[in-house]
């Protein structure tokens, strides 16, 4: 397994934003949004408590709102001019956080104001990446519609199309392929998606390769 999916670790961003929270001390606001408190952050932006405000880690208030799935968090902080394209660790974005952490209704909703579904990382990793490698179906289509390349390769040219067969989804795997993804495409290791299937001998998904 080469450098992109290894970095496919769940909770990983997670950890990262607690621990700089921890770091830094925090704000009330960002303590608000991790606790859960609706109402708290509703009288915070009242208040004139500033939507955008960071620790130095980059993590944003909207980050931490996308991370937890709360759509009504994300309303309010978008509503105060919140940024939806603020980066955080590895140049993630709260769009980033939403799809990581499978949360449909909040990525929706980031993405019906504007946020980019191409979004790359630092290894040029794009959400539909994330979402491949997930196996979220769902969330798949749903960046699909808002014009996610199915064919964008990461820093180790693996496409989302490699994250799913590697992790054996097919049912991703099958929409991809509907979608475009280029089934020939190779990694710098001179691997396609079907190669990197067989591998982790996810027969389903050899078949679906082999069938076109």
Known sequence: MNMGLQRMARGLLA????????????????????????????????????SNVALASGAAPLHYASQGGNPVMVE??????AKLDARFG?????????????????????LARGADANVKDIQHRTPLHIAAGNGSLEMVDLLLAHQAVATAANAQG????HFAAFHGYAPVVSRLLAAGANAHAKTE????????????????????????
Not at 38 to 45: G, I, M, S
Not at 76 to 81: D, K, T, Y
Not at 158 to 161: A, I, K, Q, V
């Open 15 to 50: 950890g990262l934003l607690l621990a700089g929270c921890a770091r830094q001390g925090g704000n009330a606001l960002i303590a608000a949004i991790k606790s859960g408190q609706t109402n708290a952050v509703r009288n915070l932006l009242a208040q004139g408590a500033d």
């Open 76 to 81: 309010l902080l978008l509503a105060r001019g």
């Open 90 to 110: 590895d140049g993630v974005t709260p769009l980033w956080l939403a799809v990581e952490n499978k949360h449909l209704e909040v990525a929706r909703l980031l």
């Open 158 to 161: 693996e496409t989302p199309l």
């Open 189 to 212: 290791q001179g691997k396609t998606a079907r190669d990197l299937a067989l591998e982790q001998k996810h027969a389903d998904v050899v078949a679906l390769f082999d069938q076109r």
